[in-house]
């Protein structure tokens, strides 16, 4: 097996355990792909139609809005699942950027072959719902942080959470992440990891 496809498949088995022939089936849908840094995989406006899984680099998703402001909304790197997920799942065009922030190598697969595996494999649609509710789970976990953490208290909280980030994404798309300015980063940066 595929160095790769080794991750995926131990990944998957954290959420979800599957069978064995549930796991040729799903295995079979993924195909490795390699982006640039700073390439926009999925462009707003765009369907995305393919689940990523990353195996390599570091990622995001955001939005742009008419004045040209950007809101980064979601990191993805080695060993998750990355998209926009909610163009995939609704099958509309979306309201979001993916691009690439490193150098990024990723298995994907069709969200039409993923759909179909759902149906005939109910171990699958168990993986798929798992996934989706520790995603929503961390969304509102996410949104209390912004509405009702301190600056300070949102960086620590990114710390504890995920504490190799700091070194992964550059500083600039963190604080963008978190909310807060660049030169309070910078601050929590000097004062709480010494």
């Known amino acids: 097996m595929i160095p790769d496809l080794q991750q995926l498949k131990e990944y998957v088995q954290q959420?979800?355990?599957l069978s064995e022939?549930?796991?040729?089936?799903?295995?079979?849908?993924?195909?490795?792909?390699?982006?640039?840094?700073?390439?926009?995989?999925?462009?707003?406006?765009?369907?995305?139609?393919?689940?990523?899984?990353?195996?390599?680099?570091?990622?995001?998703?955001?939005?742009?809005?008419?004045?040209?402001?950007?809101?980064?909304?979601?990191?993805?790197?080695?060993?998750?699942?990355?998209?926009?997920?909610?163009?995939?799942?609704?099958?509309?065009?979306?309201?979001?950027?993916?691009?690439?922030?490193?150098?990024?190598?990723?298995?994907?697969?069709?969200y039409i072959k993923l759909k179909a595996l759902q149906h005939t494999h109910c171990g699958i649609q168990s993986l798929i719902d798992k996934a989706l509710h520790n995603s929503i789970a961390g969304l509102l976990a996410r949104e209390v942080e912004l509405q009702c953490f301190s600056s300070e208290d949102k960086f620590r909280s990114l710390l504890k959470r995920s504490p190799h980030i700091i070194h992964l994404i550059p500083h600039k798309y963190l604080a963008n992440y978190l909310g807060i300015y660049p030169t309070n980063f910078s601050k929590f940066m000097n004062q709480i990891i010494v």
Do not use: C, H
Request: proline residues 5%; hydrophobic residues 40%; negative net charge.
């Open 21 to 110: 022939i549930e796991w040729d089936a799903f295995a079979e849908i993924w195909k490795p792909f390699n982006a640039n840094r700073k390439v926009k995989i999925t462009t707003m406006g765009q369907q995305e139609r393919f689940l990523y899984f990353v195996s390599a680099g570091a990622q995001r998703v955001y939005y742009r809005d008419d004045e040209d402001r950007e809101a980064t909304l979601v990191f993805t790197y080695p060993f998750s699942f990355g998209g926009v997920l909610d163009a995939m799942l609704l099958e509309k065009p979306s309201k979001y950027f993916y691009e690439t922030l490193t150098e990024s190598r990723f298995l994907r697969a069709p």
């Open 15 to 17: 959420i979800q355990p």
